[in-house]
């Protein structure tokens, strides 16, 4: 038994915020139906392709647990396909460009006739406004949700962050958005529309920065390095470096290896509670008594000098001496871990985070699994599909046409060749 068990999604989802959504709900337990073009499917099974005739990792690793069905949604017979899939499904989830999917001829006034408990999840770039109409990506929607502004150093240009807050941020969001609107339907009878703007994901996450839009106003903001280097605070939220984000000053410290290694740091915090136990281990027992040390306001001032001093102390140790000394003593470090170091991470795999998927085309390839876990609603894994891969499956068992059904949907076009899958 899982969570979602007997929900069914009409995956109109591509690329990646959508296809993150739907794969967290196929996690979830809900039998999702992954629309494709015929012949052609979604884009990214095709973009960095690492082994050629493969699907791509950008695919496989963002499409588990899903089946693909090839449906020209703009052929008669590939809208009466849909049209059933419609009526069949609690959840539709598309992120087309704006206006793409009343141009098929589903507006939700439509979609709400043919089947009204149905869910219309959509992700779009922005919002209602002046920008409703743009196609967005991952780094515009970073940039335009206040995240690039206030990521980077002071003294260089905005940065985009490895994480992708814009696509799978807002793909989270969304999914959220349709298991809040799967449960009012359990009390009011009726589907809705679901909207999770890519722009206002960002902003969502960057929250802290607008906190501290507002906090300017009463003056400097004194966490901040620049604060103890005297640099004055301009109009807007600051590129903050590596500067934490709440009240305890933290910092990226070197370690023993930087000069070779580019992922030989740890992250420190100098958390107030634990600050006398910091002093010990770098070997500063003075700055307990200190008045200059001794208190927090005292260090906000001094914060190139405390790091300095902890940063001697951090390059003789490994980032992982540096985890192992500081977590006995409450002393909160992270290491940088790299890639390299996350996919042989054996604790990661132990918990299902880290997987390894046998695909029939590209053999077996690691991935990210589910990274909510639920105590009642375990998640297996399971290969991306190839395209259309279980289009027959679909039109017979999902929507019960005939086989006479299924040969004269296929005589159509509407739902490409039929497929000989390879086993896996
Ligand atoms: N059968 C027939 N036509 C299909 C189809 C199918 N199964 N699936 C898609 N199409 C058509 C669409 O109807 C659309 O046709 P029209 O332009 O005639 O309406 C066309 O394919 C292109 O769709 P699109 O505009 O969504 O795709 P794109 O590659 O041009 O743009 C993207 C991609 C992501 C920029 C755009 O979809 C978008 O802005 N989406 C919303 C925001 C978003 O999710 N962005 C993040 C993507 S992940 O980085």
Known sequence: MKALDGIKVLDFTHVQSGPTCTQLLAWLGADV???????????????????????????????HNKRSIEINSKNETGKEVLTRLIETCDVLVENFAPGALDRMGFSWETIQKINPRIIVASVKGFGPGKYQDCKVYENV???????????GFLDGPPLVTGAQIGDSGTGLHLA??????????????????????????????CRVKLRDQQRL??????????????????????????DSGGGQPGRILRCKGWETDPNAYTYFITQAAVWEKVCDVIGKPEWKTDPDFATLKARLPRLNQIFGAIEDWTMTKTKFEVMDICNPLDIPVGPILSMKEIAEDEGLRATGTIVEVEHPERGPYLSVGCPIKMSDSPVEVTRSPLLGEHTAQILAEVLGYSPEEVDRVYRSGAVGEPKTVAAD
């Open 33 to 63: 139906f992954k629309v494709e073009r015929p012949g052609v499917g979604d884009a990214t099974r095709k973009q960095l392709v690492d082994k050629p005739g493969a699907d791509s990792l950008y695919f496989t690793m963002l499409n």
């Open 141 to 151: 929607a970073q940039c335009a949700g206040g995240s690039a502004s206030t990521t």
């Open 176 to 205: 959220l958005g349709i298991v809040a609107a799967l449960y009012q339907r359990e009390r009011s009878g009726r589907g809705q529309k679901v909207l999770a703007p890519m722009q206002d994901g960002v902003i969502n996450l």
């Open 217 to 242: 106003e009463a003056g400097p903001l004194t966490e901040y390095s620049q604060f103890g280097e005297g640099i004055p605070f301009g109009e807007a939220t600051p590129r903050a470096g590596n």
